[in-house]
């Protein structure tokens, strides 16, 4: 596991972002919009170079961003993740669980393998609990800790239920079902929280055409997707803890 460090990052006082799956899509244009706002952002990635690479491209448009070895389903990677950012740079202020797969995009319910789920969970349910649980002793040191989950419409009960289009006809039984469970995830963590200086946020940003879905179109780019998880990660004063999010504001869970 390594950091690259900028050059300049020794005494600097900026809040601190970590994005887990930051090397494209979304993670990517969410590095880059907090880059752009001030804020120091350290980038997860499991492949090491790949990660070095886009830390170096972001800092070159003048972003303070370096890149952190983290691979989310490995749970001992990430607690010496953990461990090497307490080292080295010292404190956490937001946590954006953005890592995430999908493996039953085209398949139906009863199509869908034990392995689809084990697979889809060890990262979009797991991953995000086990990161969460490891950089939280840093973000309790903030005095505004944010934690923002990136969820999906998909893991709406409230909005499934109805049986309109477009979600009645996207049956992905084991994505959907770990947004859900996500969701579920990040009202425990609120709760848990309550009483602290951390604050805990789902976000939906819409269908976008990233990685995950094959860079399918969906209406909405990368980095308009973006712009929810950064708004939250940035609202002064924060917004109240809890809440699930979209581009026109609060959403159904």
């Known amino acids: 596991m390594s950091i690259v460090e900028s050059a300049d990052s020794t005494g600097d ?45 972001l800092r070159a448009g003048g972003g303070d961003v370096v890149a952190l070895a983290l691979d989310v389903t490995d749970s001992a990677g990430v607690s010496q993740a953990a461990i090497r950012l307490a080292g080295e740079i010292g404190r956490l202020d ?35 609990a086990m990161v969460t649980n490891a950089f939280l ?17 998909l893991g709406s009960h409230s909005m499934t239920a109805r049986m309109e289009p477009p979600l009645v006809k996207l049956n992905w039984l084991a994505y959907n079902s770990s947004k859900a469970a996500l969701n579920s995830i990040t009202l425990e963590y609120a709760k848990h929280l309550r009483e602290t200086s951390v604050k805990v946020y789902a976000t939906s940003p819409g269908q976008v055409a990233t990685a995950l879905n094959g860079y399918r179109a969906g209406g909405v780019t ?21 809440g699930f999010w979209g581009p026109a504001g609060r959403l159904d869970w």
């Open 13 to 57: 006082t900026a809040r601190v972002a970590l994005i887990t799956g930051a090397t494209a899509g979304m993670g990517l244009e969410i590095a880059r919009q907090l880059a752009e706002k001030g804020l120091k952002v350290v980038i997860c990635a499991r492949d090491v170079e790949r990660g070095a690479a886009v830390a170096t491209e």
């Open 222 to 242: 990368p980095a308009e997707g973006a712009a929810v998880a950064v708004r939250l990660a940035t609202l002064d004063p924060a917004p109240p803890s809890g």
């Open 137 to 153: 002793p840093l973000l309790m040191k903030s005095d505004d800790g944010r934690i923002i989950n990136q969820s999906a419409l």
């Open 94 to 128: 937001v946590l954006i669980n953005n890592a995430g797969i999908a493996r039953d995009q085209h398949k139906r319910p009863t199509e869908t393998t034990l392995q689809d789920f084990r697979e889809t969970y060890e990262t979009n349910v797991f991953g995000a």
